[in-house]
Each structure stands twice: as C-alpha cells, then as structure tokens.
C-alpha cells in the first residue's frame, strides 16, 4: 500500500448516516476517514427521497390546475413539459448537493477517499491503494432495489428508483410492480403528470399500514384512475413490440396481463453487503443486512453499522438517528439503544399517510386489550373544509392511563403533523399534557386536540361529575 492512515474513526458510505457521523465527529476535532464509492450524498440525495419528493411536487401543481374549477379559478388544462420536470428534479438535486459534498468535508476536516472500501481483516479496511486502521469503524453503505426473479425480466427494459428519475420523456402507461410507499408515491405522481398507470400488488396495497386508513389512500387512488391490482403475484414480463412491456400476473380469481410503456421495480430494497470484505472482518450479516444489537454493534467489537445497512428500518432520518448512538457511544463511551418505536414514517401520497408508536393491533396485543382509540376525521375541521381536503381522519390509541401508544393519520399535511406525535411518544406524554395546549384556528392540526379532548368527553355524562357541578353551582 502507498498509503497508510490510522485515524480513530473510518466510515464506509457517504449516504445520510455516514456523513452525519462524519460531521459529528469532526465537529470534535476526532480524525476522521469517509470512504464512498459513489456519489456523495448517497441514495436520499442522488436517487430516493429528495428526486421522488420533487417528482411528487411536480405532480401536484398539476393536480392543482385541474382542481382550481373548484375554487372558481379556471386555468385550463396543464400542460406538462416532462424535460422540464426532469430539469426540476435535477436542479433540486444540486441545490442540496454542496452540503454533501466532499469538498465541505474536506473543509471540516474529513479525508474523504473515492473509493470501493473492503474489509481485510478484523481492523483493517483497504480502499483504492490506501490501508485503513481505525480504532472505530462505521458501515453505512444503505441498501439498493431488489430486483426480483420474475421469469422474462432479463428480457426488457425495466426502472428502478436509481434510474426513474434519468427520464425526460413522460411514460405513456406506467406499470409499477409493488405497492409499497414507494411504488404508490411514483404511481400518483406520474398520474397527475398525464401517464396512465397501473400498480400490481401481491398482498394489500400499503399493506404495512393501518388498515382502515390504507385504505382511504387506496380508494383516492383509484379515484384519481390509477388501477391498482391486489393479490396479484406477478408470473411473467416479455417485451411487447418495440419499446413495450407485457406483465402476467395470477390472482385467486384467475389470470392476467397488463401491457405498457415503462416498468417500474418498486419491490423492497436489499442491503448493500456485498464486495465489503464481513466475512474477512468476522463481520455476522445475511440478505438482510449486519446482524448488530440494539446498539448497533456487529458482531466485531470494532464495527458499528447504522441504516439500510444494519437490516432495520428503511429511512433516511433512521440513518440520522443511528449516526446520533453511535457517535454516543463511540465518542463518549456513553451507552445507546435503539428505540425503534419513536421513529415516525410517512407514505407521501394524496392523501398522506403517516404513523409513530404503536399501531391498534399491536397496541392491544401488548396491553392485553386494555386501550382505547380515539378519532376525529378531516370533515370536521373548519381549515380541511376551506383547503377542500376533507379526505382523512386521525387516530391516537392510548393506554388506561391515557398515555399514548400511537398515532396514525392520514390526510393532507399529516407528515408535518406526525412530527408533534413523534415528540409526545419520545417523551412518553398523556393526553392530559395534549389537552392543555392551545393550536391556532384555523389549522388542521386541530384535529389532535380534538380527538384528545374526546377522551374526556365521557366524564360529561358521569352522574357523580354532574353532581359535583351542580353543587358548586351552589356555592355562587
């Protein structure tokens, strides 16, 4: 090797969790080396969150042109420019860019290498022609799309999100195979964009979620006229014409096809394992990613690995999560769990979906039936009615002491919502503490406090409160 360092911490992968560790520990004066050998910024940045949420931004502007009638303004129809919107994407990309980049790590301190990073032993990493030996090391190489072994799919052309958001030509009928957030987020975006689209799904759409407000999103689905086809196991795909894709499927009520332009992989993600030197570091790991502790630590005391990676939770702000207990615990020597039921997730369709704590099932499960979930939809909320977006509800469940476990919502604006759930669940609140505060009106995050203040609702009809009032009412 024509390089040696020997810093205290080495990181592999430049994705949301490796840059937040990198930049924690740097802000410490610890040394620090990054190793990537992609792109900076990781999947998030370069090919999910942030290109699918502008895709998505771009479809509800035209959404909104075809909705204005209902306010009264009327703007014909939109026209979509799908080289512009690819423009758009693109530019949002290298907006956020420069915070990844390596050149402001470099400015903090950071030796930042392009380069594949592999294990060779229990301490060292080698990556290009540099040897690696840190007191610490952090996996943090996230995860890819699975591809799955359907018969004929080496045969066509097939997206996944790491090459959709390339296109700057408009899919004339979209087929998305997956009917997970991912796949359901495309889905709607591309249908507001003008492409027909058609989701096939072997279990229920969404299934992960609250059932009953699933399929609130399913039934707006389908209102928009994205067909959406549910326990249908994919059989077969074959290239159709040219350019085109024939999809075969089975259900229990028989078989079918769907033929279309484009095909979208939306089937889960696998961990990026591969090529990274484990078994060489004595490094536990299988399909799903390095087997690590509710601390994170593999199974080599030396090695943390954090996100995708660690075979979890799929989420960019779980990477940022994980960067905070392992920076805890690798700079501080303080100890570190993971809590997986703080951590909120949100399907960013229309209507949102969002959820934290406990779902009802769980919940029940857990405290042996001894909950109680409480509601209040949109249509009773006076902003919902002015924005029109009466489509939803909110659904908290709490324990006998009236703590919550959980809350889900969907409906517009219910992934901003979900952030103040996600601090009362953190911080084990009851809806005594949710009751005393005061929201402004008109918002829809009225709702909450709503369905709080209906918890108490029942107190109203007690005879011995009723009692209590009428005696005070004595007093004068």
């Known amino acids: 090797m024509s390089n040696r360092l020997t810093p205290d911490i080495c990181i592999i992968g430049a994705g949301s969790g490796g ?9 410490f ?3 620090v080396v990054l190793v990537e050998k992609g792109r900076m910024g990781g999947d998030c940045l370069n090919y999910g969150c942030v290109p699918s949420k502008a895709l998505i931004a771009a479809g509800k502007h035209a959404h909104a042109i075809a909705e204005a009638p209902r306010f009264g303004v009327s703007a014909g129809d939109a026209k979509v420019d799908f080289r512009a919107v690819h423009d758009h994407i693109q530019s949002v990309i290298a907006a956020i860019a420069p915070n990844d980049s390596a050149e402001r790590f470099r400015a903090m301190g950071v030796t930042v290498i392009a380069a594949e990073a592999r294990f060779i032993d229990k301490a060292t990493v080698i990556a290009g022609d540099t040897e690696i030996r840190a007191r610490r090391f952090v996996v943090a190489t996230g995860s890819s799309p699975l591809v799955p072994p359907i018969p004929g799919l080496d045969t066509v052309d097939y997206l996944t999100n790491e090459t959709l958001f390339e296109r700057t030509r408009a899919p004339r009928h979209l087929v998305i195979i ?13 249908r507001r964009l003008g492409a027909e689209v058609t989701v096939i799904e072997g279990e229920r759409a969404l299934g992960k979620e609250d059932p009953e407000l699933a399929a609130i999103v399913r039934d707006a689905f389908r209102a928009e006229g994205i067909a959406v086809r549910e326990g249908a196991k994919v059989t077969a795909v074959e290239k159709r014409g040219k ?42 790991h299988d399909r799903r990613g390095i087997k690590v502790g509710a601390n994170l630590r593999s199974s080599n005391r030396r090695v943390y690995a954090i996100g995708d990676v660690a075979g979890g939770l799929q989420f960019t702000h779980v990477a940022g999560y994980h960067a905070g207990l392992v920076v805890q615990q690798i700079l501080f020597r303080l100890p570190a769990r993971e809590d997986r039921s703080l951590i909120p997730r949100v399907t960013y369709t229309a209507p949102e979906l969002a959820h934290v704590g406990l779902g009802e099932e769980e919940a029940a499960r857990r405290h042996g ?7 209040w939809p949109y249509a009773d909320n006076d902003r919902a009615q002015a924005e029109r977006e009466t489509q939803g509800l909110i659904k908290l469940v709490v ?17 901003e919502m979900i952030n103040m759930w996600a601090l009362a669940i953190a911080n084990s609140m009851t809806l005594k503490q949710v009751r005393g505060y005061v929201p402004p009106y008109p918002t829809m995050g009225e709702i909450g406090k709503r369905a709080a203040v209906s918890y108490y609702a029942p107190l109203a009809r007690k005879p011995l409160v009723r009692r209590i009032v009428r005696f005070l009412r004595r007093l004068g």
Request: proline share 1%; charged share 20%; aromatic share 2%.
């Open 243 to 284: 350019t085109g894709v024939r999809v075969s499927y089975e259900t229990a009520s028989g078989s079918g096809t769907v033929d279309g332009s484009d095909l979208l992989l939306a089937v889960g993600r696998s961990a990026n394992v591969e090529g990274l030197g484990l078994d060489e570091a004595g490094i536990k």
């Open 29 to 31: 004066g610890v040394e």
């Open 399 to 415: 324990d006998r002491k009236a703590r919550i476990l959980g809350v889900s919502i969907v409906g517009a604006g219910a992934g």
């Open 178 to 190: 997956g009917g997970g957030p991912i796949g359901m987020e495309m889905a709607q975006a591309h």
């Open 19 to 27: 840059l937040s560790v990198a930049a924690a520990a740097a802000a």
């Open 369 to 375: 039936g001894r909950i109680k979930v409480l509601r």
